[in-house]
């Protein structure tokens, strides 16, 4: 190699080599020697180092966890949290509109138009027309308001003190795939670079069965509170029924991570981390029975009193119960008129009433555990004879005890089977004041459900019925006979099914509304307090079941005969030998809130099926605002029949329904099993929002 | 020679340098695409969520009945009309 060539060599890689020592020398004067700090308006420093430039590309997007689910006993969903997008805007003042605002009117009308058409992009919306215009309105007024429209100049350049970027919400609650799609079209587009739209995970509580299980699954509902000073709070209240459980509080939120590009546009890093799923409660409700106990009490209470629409009853509620379990398997609410349901109390555990004659089998199973009774005893319950006298008169009772039809001698079975009111006055008096009052907590009269349903009614005898300074003479003139045919005490319908479920399987039964919770994957069962507590002889119960069973039969003295007859007419079913029950009518003065008192009667009816060994019990209540004669038999046994009738062809058939219908699960892991799908884009509607919009991002 | 290995060796450098960059830049969009899939699967993930609830909905007994009874109602119309 030559001298010369030699030198062009090292002089051409000299000057290579000067390019990295002085990118590398730039590189260092910028970071290092020239690294200084910024300060924030919180008055902290930024240092103006390369790992703040890293930071501030990082992202985090948090992804709420969902409220628990609740299904009933087959795992159809009653409650749970629907995933949607709150969709929230940052719009910065493109530079063309800064520099001659005559742009900027027009240019924040087109983005009103855009957004509103955007969010009625899906044609399926119902009322669209309206939705659009609503959203136009409601956009324009938000414009308007965060970007001072009526201080901002016609013309000339933007007021340097005029605010430049705006934040605002778009929407709330998006989940159709066209209007997401149609929105995000408008997110940093060619045609609205300064348009920024983020989409926020939340959640929408949805009832797929509401109408049916208001009262017991419940709501929770967020209404909007304006604020004094402006804006406006959500305020969630109005909770109830299973919803209230802690259970279902939404669990740790989870996050993802992703990075922004030099303009502010996401690109993936992580999928998200930490999900979890939402719990399950699994109620003991069935859907299929509830939707049959809501039909059935609709039924009859629509029909009206002798089939006259025009005389309904005041309210009516039906309970049907798994007595092996005390699972509470549907319970219905009516009330007269056309309220909103949720409006209204929800009779089977809200609505007290007296019960009347139903609690007959409740007194003679007592009596007999405790030996008040003989269960062959004769008593002679005719009002005219001196048994009556020497008993009863002359107590000096206010009230005189009778019975619908003149009854003879009677035992404690046809005192049942004819439901004398005399007859049972007869075993109550021969209990005392203290076993009066350990007959009510053995039944849980006045005791709270222990089901946690708020604003639950307890009811229970009246406040001065026990009273110390009560004499034991008056307690038994009134009181003791009173309590005997169901007077002088209220409850609920689900009390009277919880009562006669102790009478069946121990007195320290309970009722269920909850099977269990599953918490990631983990089922953590609620135990039934089935067979606990101190249990009835086992003739004491087979004696009442056998007089229940007698009841719904073709005897003439029977009070379940219309019932056991209009059955077999209706349906063709003989109920006797398989239902047995018990009818009940009592008639009893209400005072209303207004301090007036009217005339109520109500009619009610327990059933059990299968009578020879009780696995399901109904309880029907109807109660009425006035004084004409209703029968517990006509008016309350046939829903109560019904239902039970539908229960056990149910069961018949029940390992087919014991797959859910709906698995639903939280985060990106919800996935319904489609059913009925309807075909977007059905109905007319102009072309597809957004589709004219450039998008860069999607 | 020595200098002609050290050229080669920069040359690698700087190749290696701007391959770097490229494959970053290509990762990049990389994952804006995926970025972009992701966020498509999550719409239609909250779409299928809704349509099977108003399947669902759209399925009970009382909805179906009531589209039963309409059903019976046009056809009662459509007969009446042809009776004319």
């Known amino acids: 190699m030559k001298p010369g060539e030699l030198l062009r060599i090292r002089v051409a890689f000299g000057a290579l080599a000067v390019v990295p020592i002085f990118l590398a020398g730039w590189l260092g004067w910028l970071q290092v020697a020239q690294a200084g700090t910024l300060t924030r308006r919180n008055g902290k420093l930024l240092p103006l180092v390369a790992s703040t430039a890293d930071r501030q590309g990082r992202r985090f997007e948090k992804v709420p966890a969902p409220r628990g689910t609740v299904t009933d006993r087959f795992g159809f969903v009653l409650a749970a949290d629907c995933a949607i997008y709150e969709v929230r805007a940052r719009i910065t003042v493109p530079l063309k509109c800064r520099e001659d605002v005559t742009f900027f009117r027009p240019w924040v009308k087109r983005i009103v138009d855009g957004f509103s058409l955007a969010l009625v992009a899906d044609p399926d919306i119902s009322d669209r027309a309206a939705v659009h215009a609503k959203h136009r309105k409601r956009l324009t007024d938000t414009m308007n308001r965060e970007w001072s429209l009526a201080n901002l100049p016609t013309s000339g350049k933007w007021p340097k003190k005029h605010t430049q970027v705006v934040e605002f919400l778009v929407s709330s609650s998006i989940d159709r795939l066209m209007v997401s799609d149609a929105l995000r079209a408008y997110h940093m587009s060619d045609a609205y670079p300064t348009i920024v739209l983020d989409f926020l995970h939340g959640f929408r509580r949805v009832y797929p069965e509401r109408a049916l299980t208001h009262g017991l699954i419940g709501h929770c509902n967020s209404f909007k509170v304006e604020r004094p000073s402006g804006g406006f709070d959500l305020q969630t209240f109005g909770m109830c029924g299973l919803e209230t459980f802690a259970g279902l509080e939404p669990r740790k939120s989870a996050s993802r991570r992703y990075l922004a590009d030099g303009r502010r546009r996401s690109y993936f890093v992580a999928p998200v981390r930490e999900a979890t799923n939402p719990a399950v409660l699994q109620s003991t409700i069935d859907i299929e029975l509830q939707r049959a106990a809501v039909r059935e009490l609709t039924a009859m209470c629509e029909a009206g009193m002798r089939l006259d629409p025009k005389k309904k009853a005041q309210w009516g509620s039906l309970v049907l119960i798994e007595l092996d379990t005390g699972d509470v398997l549907a319970s219905a609410s009516w009330h007269r008129g056309k309220p909103r349901l949720e409006a209204k109390s929800y009779t089977p555990y809200q609505n007290l009433f007296e019960p009347g004659s139903i609690v007959k089998p409740l007194v003679l199973s007592y009596a007999y555990e405790v030996g008040a009774l003989d269960w062959d005893h004769e008593y002679d319950c005719n009002p005219r004879h001196a048994t009556y006298r020497e008993r009863i008169r002359k107590l000096g009772r206010r009230n005189s005890v009778t019975d619908d039809h003149v009854c003879e001698i009677l035992t404690p079975h046809g005192i049942l089977l004819n439901s004398s009111n005399i007859g049972a006055a007869y075993i109550g008096l021969q209990l005392t004041r203290e076993q009066w009052q350990d007959y009510m907590a053995a039944y849980g009269f006045g005791r709270s459900l222990g089901l946690n349903l708020p604003s639950e009614s307890r009811g229970g005898n009246h406040p001065r019925s026990f009273a110390p300074d009560i004499p034991l003479r008056s307690f038994r003139a009134n009181s003791a006979i009173s309590f005997s045919f169901g007077y002088e005490l209220t409850a609920t319908a689900l009390q009277v099914a919880r009562a006669y479920m102790r009478m069946f399987k121990g007195l320290g039964a309970e009722l269920r509304l909850v099977r269990g919770l599953e918490i990631d994957g983990q089922w953590h069962p609620v135990p039934a307090k089935q067979d606990t507590g101190p249990h009835y002889r086992p003739a004491v119960v087979e004696a009442v079941r056998r007089a229940m069973t007698a009841v719904v039969s073709n005897d003439p003295h029977a009070t379940g005969r219309h019932l056991h007859a209009a059955i077999l007419k209706e349906l063709k079913v003989d109920l006797h030998g398989l239902i047995g029950g018990k009818t009940g009518t009592a008639a009893s003065n209400v005072r209303l809130r207004d301090g007036r008192k009217i005339s109520a009667r109500n009619a009610s009816f327990v059933g059990f099926l299968p009578a020879d060994n009780p696995r399901w019990l109904a309880v029907c209540v109807l109660q009425k605002d006035d004084s004409a004669p209703f029968y517990g038999g006509s008016y309350a046994a046939p829903p109560a029949v019904k239902l039970l009738l539908q229960c056990q062809s149910l069961a018949e058939r029940g390992p087919l329904r014991q797959e859910s219908r709906l698995s639903l699960g939280g985060q990106t892991q919800l996935a319904p099993s489609g059913v009925g799908f309807r075909s977007p884009g059905s109905q007319g509607w102009s072309a597809p929002v957004g589709a004219g919009v450039p998008s860069d991002t999607r | ?84």
């Open chain 2, 1 to 84: 020679m020595r200098w002609l290995i050290a050229g080669l060796f920069f040359a690698l450098a700087v190749a290696l340098t701007i391959a770097t960059a490229a494959i970053r830049a290509q990762n990049i969009a990389e994952r804006r695409d995926i970025q972009r899939v992701y966020d498509d699967v999550q719409d239609r993930d909250k779409d299928l969520i809704r349509l099977g609830y108003e399947g669902l909905e759209a399925a009970s007994p009382e909805r179906l009945a009531q589209l039963h009874r309409e059903w019976l109602q046009n056809e009662l119309l459509r007969q009446q009309e042809q009776v004319q």
